[in-house]
């Protein structure tokens, strides 16, 4: 069975950093894409980051360009994000996922049930 298990939210101040992990296990994710996502209260879920099997490519949402980094370890089925200057706005469910590169959450199989992160002004 595929999991995906997410890891390092929290509440913290406007303006500090977090490190998300997201581990995947029930098979290997090492020729797959694997993406962040975040779902504020009451809006869609919106595309943060992706970074493809390797590693050498990324994708980044324009709202978090410069302050987030999208990284994996294949060796360990993992996939960071570390968020600098968090902004309030930015309190979501933070969810990773599994597939194509893409900024589109349909080019994705696989999903975790997400991490809270709450940024407090």
């Known amino acids: 069975q595929v999991q995906l298990v997410e890891s390092g939210g929290g509440f913290l101040q406007a303006g500090g950093s977090l490190r998300l992990s997201c581990t995947a296990s029930?098979?290997?994710?090492?020729?797959?894409?694997m993406g962040w996502f975040r779902q504020a209260p009451g809006k869609g879920r919106e595309f943060v980051a992706a970074v493809n099997w390797s590693g050498q490519i990324s994708l980044y949402a324009d709202s978090v360009k410069g302050r987030f980094t999208i990284s994996r370890d294949n060796a360990k089925n993992t996939v960071y994000l570390q968020m600098n200057s968090l902004k309030p706005e930015e309190t979501a469910v933070y969810s990773c996922?599994?597939?194509?590169?893409?900024?589109?959450?349909?080019?994705?199989?696989?999903w975790g049930q997400g991490t809270q992160v709450t940024v407090s002004s």
């Open positions: 996922a599994v597939g194509i590169l893409s900024r589109n959450t349909f080019d994705y199989t696989y």
């Open positions: 029930g098979r290997t994710f090492s020729n797959y894409a």
